[in-house]
């Protein structure tokens, strides 16, 4: 049986889906003929809606298109003629900057949360993932919870339990949304100044943060992705020398995809001396990697350790900071800039980052590239639903280990306060359960049962431009609490620990506050107001 669950269209459906997808029945297909805002529109609406990307084109998109002219397209067939320029370019004269040109948009849909992390590691691609804030996972996809459905475990003698277990987590999580919804109602009523949309909306994304901690790592996701054909090369590449099952089977199905629409930048991926050594040497790498590390830990236990923990930074680096921002406005060596700021008092200085720095009007103001002059490195021990927002920063070095129950997890206030918990700890104790059972038979497999509110620990090392962008961004009152906390750890360790006040100082956006009451209140009243003015 696939583990994937085919769509079903009508013949009117299909002869439009044909001219803008390269297939109809698989869980991957890349976007064409169709102007790059549609398909950034597309993608854009993907993320918070439970419809896959064909249905939601159909449904949301065809009627504002003009299509009579596409009458004749098939985009099922191979573009031949692409195909012989690209070989006379790419591969006969070998030029790598040429597959940086052509860019496909390819929905990969279908993905557990693990392969997700896979799909979304590059740093120069684009992604959106649907959100577990906006679609609730009580629906049924085929019939079935949406849950990854791993080949070799159902055919194993624990595949009748996984699908057991699964299905309890997936029933409980489905009983606590209407209570915890109701909950939520009684503690936060209606404000008569807000809309029913947007006070549903509200109550709504409140209960699906909670809970979803619940949901395991096997949860189905869809992924959008934008990248180049160097971009997807390296993707494939790394996915077929993961250990993981699944992602060496998804990169199949990309790798047909996008044959339709860039062949030629993908054809020393199958090469032995090209995309065979490299896929070789990372697998090798890895393997080798985890028995030494074996070998020097084993039986060794984690010591306690706070949730955030700033590992290094650079003492001296805020004079490294005023000397990258002056540097490109003399004629000095970098050595002599910085052994004049070495000489300046705090007004000069505050002077200094004043005028690079300038007046923000709002976080996406950002200072210039003085500010990668020097890094920071975290040490992050949260839940896996926070890791999944963060990992997502890509300008940024991130590594994580494997996921397990072995770190505990919290049960949400919103779930305490509504009677939920012993519920919540079931669902929980269901999950490492099946963890366990599964870690002997298959052990990269077995993260499928780890529900997303146990903790992983990852390091993070980014540089101050960076930080700028990913704190203001994840500290905002609208985010989820889990990674705010993170966020808001991070920062104060910049300011206080590592002594850098002023690069603390130039994040002013950084919110501080407690956590909302209901976090996407404001946020969907500005959404709300933006609708009406355009509608005036």
Same mark, same amino acid.
């Given at each position: 049986?696939?583990?994937?669950?085919?769509?079903?269209?009508?013949?009117?459906?299909?002869?439009?889906?044909?001219?803008?997808?390269?297939?109809?029945?698989?869980?991957? $297909?890349?976007?064409?003929?169709?102007?790059?805002?549609? +398909?950034?529109?597309?993608?854009?609406?993907?993320?918070?809606?439970?419809?896959?990307?064909?249905?939601?084109?159909?449904?949301?998109?065809?009627?504002?298109?003009?299509?009579?002219?596409?009458?004749?397209?098939?985009?099922?067939?191979?573009?031949?003629?692409?195909?012989?320029?690209?070989?006379?370019?790419?591969?006969?004269?070998?030029?790598?900057?040429?597959?940086?040109?052509?860019?496909?948009? *390819?929905?990969?849909?279908?993905?557990?949360?693990?392969?997700?992390?896979?799909?979304?590691?590059?740093?120069?691609?684009?992604?959106?993932?649907?959100?577990?804030?906006?679609?609730?996972?009580?629906?049924?996809?085929?019939?079935?919870?949406?849950?990854?459905?791993?080949?070799?475990?159902?055919?194993?003698? #624990?595949?009748?339990?996984?699908?057991?277990?699964?299905?309890?987590?997936?029933?409980?999580?489905?009983?606590?949304?209407?209570?915890?919804?109701?909950?939520?109602?009684?503690?936060?009523?209606?404000?008569?100044?807000?809309?029913? $949309?947007?006070?549903?909306?509200?109550?709504?994304?409140?209960?699906?943060?909670?809970?979803?901690?619940?949901?395991?790592?096997?949860?189905?996701?869809?992924?959008?992705?934008?990248?180049?054909?160097?971009?997807?090369?390296?993707?494939?590449?790394?996915?077929?020398?993961?250990?993981?099952?699944?992602?060496?089977?998804?990169?199949?199905?990309?790798?047909?995809?996008?044959? +339709?629409?860039?062949?030629?930048?993908?054809?020393?991926?199958?090469?032995?001396?090209?995309?065979?050594?490299? /896929?070789?040497?990372?697998?090798?790498?890895?393997?080798?990697?985890?028995?030494?590390?074996?070998?020097?830990?084993?039986?060794?236990?984690?010591?306690?350790?706070?949730?955030?923990?700033?590992?290094?930074?650079?003492?001296?680096?805020?004079?490294?900071?005023?000397?990258?921002?002056?540097?490109?406005?003399?004629?000095?060596?970098?050595?002599?800039?910085?052994?004049?700021?070495?000489?300046?008092?705090?007004?000069?200085?505050?002077?200094?980052?004043?005028?690079?720095?300038?007046?923000?009007?709002?976080?996406?103001?950002?200072?210039?590239?003085?500010?990668?002059?020097?890094?920071?490195?975290?040490?992050?021990?949260?839940?896996?639903?926070?890791?999944?927002? *963060?990992?997502?920063?890509?300008?940024?070095?991130?590594?994580?280990?494997? #996921?397990?129950?072995?770190?505990?997890?919290?049960?949400?206030?919103?779930?305490?306060?509504?009677?939920?918990?012993?519920?919540?700890?079931?669902?929980?104790?269901?999950?490492?359960?099946?963890?366990?059972?599964?870690?002997?038979?298959?052990?990269?497999?077995?993260?499928?049962?780890?529900?997303?509110?146990?903790?992983?620990?990852?390091? /993070?090392?980014?540089?101050?431009?960076?930080?700028?962008?990913? *704190?203001? #961004? &994840?500290?905002?009152?609208?985010?989820?609490?889990?990674?705010? &906390?993170?966020?808001?750890?991070?920062?104060?360790?910049?300011?206080?620990?590592?002594?850098?006040?002023?690069?603390?100082?130039?994040?002013?956006?950084?919110?501080?506050?407690?956590?909302?009451? #209901?976090?996407?209140?404001?946020?969907?009243? &500005?959404?709300?107001?933006?609708?009406?003015?355009?509608?005036?």
């Amino acid at each position: 049986m696939s583990a994937y669950v085919g769509e079903e269209f009508t013949a009117e459906e299909a002869d439009v889906l044909r001219r803008y997808v390269t297939n109809l029945d698989r869980p991957v $297909f890349a976007l064409v003929n169709l102007p790059e805002v549609v +398909k950034g529109a597309l993608f854009a609406r993907y993320s918070r809606t439970h419809k896959s990307l064909r249905r939601l084109f159909l449904d949301e998109f065809v009627g504002e298109l003009d299509i009579e002219g596409d009458a004749s397209i098939d985009a099922t067939v191979g573009l031949a003629r692409a195909e012989e320029l690209y070989d006379r370019v790419f591969l006969e004269y070998g030029d790598d900057s040429v597959a940086q040109l052509g860019g496909v948009h *390819l929905a990969c849909e279908q993905a557990s949360n693990l392969l997700t992390k896979i799909l979304e590691w590059g740093r120069l691609m684009s992604y959106l993932e649907q959100s577990t804030r906006y679609i609730p996972y009580d629906a049924r996809l085929g019939g079935r919870y949406r849950y990854y459905r791993d080949p070799g475990i159902l055919s194993s003698p #624990l595949g009748t339990r996984y699908v057991g277990d699964m299905d309890r987590i997936f029933d409980i999580y489905a009983e606590l949304l209407p209570a915890l919804q109701d909950h939520l109602r009684e503690r936060h009523p209606k404000d008569p100044g807000d809309s029913d $949309f947007v006070y549903r909306s509200s109550i709504r994304a409140k209960a699906l943060d909670a809970l979803r901690g619940i949901l395991p790592a096997a949860a189905l996701s869809n992924v959008g992705i934008y990248g180049t054909g160097q971009g997807y090369e390296a993707l494939l590449l790394r996915m077929r020398a993961h250990p993981l099952p699944e992602a060496r089977q998804y990169a199949e199905l990309m790798l047909t995809e996008l044959r +339709k629409v860039i062949p030629s930048f993908l054809k020393r991926v199958d090469l032995p001396d090209r995309g065979g050594a490299w /896929i070789d040497y990372l697998a090798g790498t890895r393997g080798a990697t985890a028995e030494v590390a074996e070998r020097l830990f084993a039986g060794v236990e984690p010591e306690p350790a706070a949730e955030v923990t700033l590992l290094d930074w650079d003492p001296e680096g805020e004079d490294k900071l005023l000397a990258a921002m002056l540097y490109p406005h003399t004629d000095l060596p970098e050595d002599q800039v910085r052994r004049r700021v070495a000489e300046l008092g705090p007004d000069e200085r505050d002077a200094v980052v004043a005028a690079y720095v300038g007046q923000r009007g709002n976080r996406r103001h950002k200072p210039g590239r003085a500010l990668e002059r020097i890094f920071y490195r975290f040490d992050v021990c949260s839940d896996y639903g926070a890791f999944r927002d *963060l990992q997502r920063h890509r300008m940024l070095t991130i590594e994580w280990q494997a #996921l397990s129950p072995r770190h505990g997890y919290d049960v949400p206030a919103p779930v305490v306060d509504a009677g939920c918990a012993g519920r919540y700890d079931e669902a929980m104790g269901i999950s490492a359960g099946l963890y366990d059972a599964l870690a002997g038979h298959a052990p990269h497999q077995a993260a499928y049962a780890v529900a997303l509110a146990y903790r992983v620990r990852y390091v /993070i090392q980014l540089n101050a431009r960076e930080a700028m962008h990913l *704190l203001e #961004l &994840r500290t905002t009152p609208q985010g989820h609490p889990s990674y705010r &906390r993170v966020a808001q750890e991070m920062h104060r360790l910049i300011a206080e620990q590592a002594g850098h006040r002023a690069v603390a100082a130039m994040m002013r956006f950084v919110d501080h506050s407690d956590d909302a009451e #209901l976090e996407r209140l404001e946020a969907e009243r &500005r959404a709300e107001a933006r609708r009406l003015r355009q509608q005036a």
